[in-house]
């Protein structure tokens, strides 16, 4: 229901779509790394697919959408350093790249979107409506002129095209597929029946200390695991670090520093009025109207007269998105849902359930969580904040200063002497490492282990970001993948052994048991075993049980057995089970018709999801696609 659902929900099911695209454009925030410059030009290429550029542009906008997306959920105080070292700038470059290869596999296929379908689309944009109506050409140029920065018509209208063309295609690959009346039904019965279980544990770490290994079994354990130890190819560098950290730790903040910065970011120490709210949506598409409100209107009459509204959510609600948390739309800002839903959410007082209210997306039934008043932090509270941002943002540049001042002299190995340890940088040796292992020294820095394993002997990397500032590396040593002796990994392959005879004995004790708790009373025989009986509540698939967590195992067969009944012996992650089925609650036959089209619509959605996602992954295996990583870590800082 934010601006960027409601463009995701256009075509719910594709969880490709590019509709989210258009709205890039719209009310973004820039973080302060992408408003410098830091020598990439806005047309150079950080990724191409198939001959096509994905531009330096294109990924500042996609970063600032996502950052855009991380502090609506998580506030203003998202530290963007920990974004950075997770990884997020490495998926938006695998999203931008394929969305790049869904254009060029709609081309391929002669599918295209015409000017009169880019024109419709642009004028149903919620936001660039007013009252339903579209707000005129002169006002929406104006809206794209005033953005920071501002945006090109021409662009955003391509933009547009492209969310078109892929939606097109889409459909043309995926809109062949149906799903039979009976599956629906069957998948219906299947995600809504649950059981409560009384639930006897056996975990592997009871029996871990009465079991031994020798080092026979340890060795003929091996020989029957070999490829399980093989050690993978490994590499061994000599790096020069600019540090960050100690750049950071010399940097002095002044009173003045932090008031300018702090007058100067108002607004990301303020938080607007709030609400948190669930509902229930009933869509209207392909339907009939009426028919709809009045499933509505019954809904609504339910939830006020008492019914649980997160149970009506779950069984009824088509927002995919969170019906299974119970309609939960979690706290959200004035603007950020559709405008018929903002103006009766806000209108409303905690615990108020609404009558159905109709939006493009179908019926909505919304009640009121919680509010929260508009607020703003005093500057004592983010002092200590604020100066820590100054702090990294000053070390960062200066560390980019002197890694750009580095990298025009770092030339051969021997420059680690003569120019790196003079220039105050850190030189040192790692340990041998693989591709997937932190470098010692450097910390998990996958830009630099990917960049060790194709560098040739004698050559020095450009800078490379890492966790802890920018490294030049140089490859000193090769390890080629090998099969190790037992000896080498003897402690790992007799831990092992060890947790193999600790299940075997947890599974043994519970098949004796088993067949004792099948014939007596469950609680009273678990309990003369000196074992405690845990009881779940009505629980669904999927649902964690108890100490066990999730198990698929435990969910094949409590819910294979009637009430009453008693389980063999489950083997789990962590151990052995057995399982009574004190209670089944299947869904009724009106839940189960009211409940179809629904379930329906989310087969429908996973597999055509399932069958776009195949497909595309083999199209983009016939492009050729390159990742300038380097360049995407200079862009990010």
């Known amino acids: 229901m934010t601006m960027l659902d409601r463009m995701r929900r256009h075509r719910n099911w594709l969880k490709w779509s590019l509709a989210l695209v258009v709205l890039a454009f719209i009310l973004l925030y820039i973080p302060d790394f992408l408003r410098g410059s830091n020598g990439a030009g806005l047309n150079d290429a950080v990724a191409t697919v198939d001959g096509r550029d994905i531009t330096v542009n294109q990924f500042r906008r996609a970063y600032q959408r996502q950052m855009q997306q991380y502090r609506a959920a998580y506030g203003a105080q998202m530290d963007e350093r920990l974004l950075k070292q997770l990884g997020i700038d490495q998926r938006i470059v695998q999203q931008l790249v394929e969305e790049e290869a869904a254009v060029a596999e709609a081309r391929r296929l002669g599918i295209s979107a015409s000017d009169e379908e880019v024109t419709q689309r642009i004028i149903a944009i919620p936001a660039f409506q007013e009252n339903g109506q579209f707000i005129g050409y002169d006002k929406y140029r104006q809206m794209l002129a005033v953005q920071e920065p ?83 190819e490994k590499r061994k560098v000599r ?49 009939d109207d009426a028919a709809v409100k009045k499933q509505a209107e019954d809904l609504a009459k339910q939830a006020k007269g008492g019914a649980d509204f997160a149970d009506l959510a779950k069984k009824f609600s088509q927002d995919e998105s969170n019906n299974s948390k119970g309609g939960d739309l979690d706290f959200f800002g004035k603007g950020q849902m559709v405008p018929e839903f903002d103006t009766i959410a806000f209108a409303m007082k905690p615990g108020d359930i609404s009558d ?79 591709r997937e292992e932190p470098i010692a020294g450097l910390g998990m820095a996958p830009a630099a282990a990917e960049r060790a394993f194709e560098l040739k002997d004698g050559e020095v990397s450009d800078a490379i970001r890492t966790p802890q500032g920018f490294a030049f590396i140089t490859v000193t040593g090769k390890q080629d993948a090998y099969t190790p002796k037992v000896d080498e990994v ?85 151990g052995a089970v057995v399982v009574k089925v004190v209670e089944r609650k299947d869904p009724t036959p009106d839940e189960v018709k009211t409940g179809l089209p629904n379930t329906k619509d989310q087969l429908l959605n996973e597999r055509r999801g399932r069958f776009y996602g195949s497909y595309m992954t083999k199209a983009r295996d016939r492009m050729k696609v390159n990742v300038n990583r380097q360049l995407i870590a200079q862009i990010t800082g």
């Open 490 to 574: 003897r402690a790992r392959v007799r831990e092992d052994v060890l947790k193999k005879k600790a299940l075997d004995a947890a599974r043994q004790q519970a098949t004796t048991l088993a067949s004792q708790l099948k014939s007596g009373d469950f609680t009273a025989i678990a309990k003369g075993a000196g074992l405690e009986v845990k009881t779940t509540d009505l629980i669904a698939r999927g649902a964690p049980v108890g100490e066990i967590g999730v198990s698929p195992a435990v969910d094949a067969a409590a819910f294979s057995l009637p009430a009453g009944s008693v389980s063999d012996a489950i083997t789990t992650d962590n």
């Open 150 to 232: 501002p945006v090109k018509e021409s662009e955003f209208e391509e933009q547009v095209r492209r969310s078109i063309t892929v939606e097109k295609l889409q459909a043309a690959l995926t809109n062949w597929i149906t799903v039979p009346e009976s599956e629906i039904a069957a998948e219906f019965k299947k995600r809504n029946e649950k059981v409560k279980l009384a639930v006897v544990s056996f975990p592997v770490d009871k029996f871990r200390a009465n079991v031994q290994a020798t080092d026979a079994e340890v060795s003929a354990w091996f020989d029957g695991h070999t490829a399980d130890y093989r050690m993978p």
């Open 356 to 434: 159905p209210v109709k939006t493009q997306f179908g019926y909505h039934v919304i009640k009121l969580i919680e509010k929260k008043a508009a607020s703003q932090r005093p500057i004592a509270e983010v002092q200590a904040q604020i100066e820590d941002q100054i702090k990294w943002q000053r070390a960062q540049d200066q560390a980019q200063r002197t890694a750009d001042d580095v990298a025009t002299k770092l030339k051969k190995p021997a420059d680690f002497d003569t120019v790196a340890k003079p220039q105050g940088l850190n030189v040192a040796e790692s340990a041998f490492f693989s």
């Open 239 to 287: 790096y020069a670090l600019v540090d960050v950290q100690a750049a950071r730790d010399r940097i002095t903040v002044t009173q003045q520093d932090v008031q300018r910065y702090y007058e100067d970011n108002q607004q990301q120490y303020s938080t607007p009025e709030q609400v948190r709210a669930s509902h229930i949506l009933l869509k209207t598409d392909g339907k």
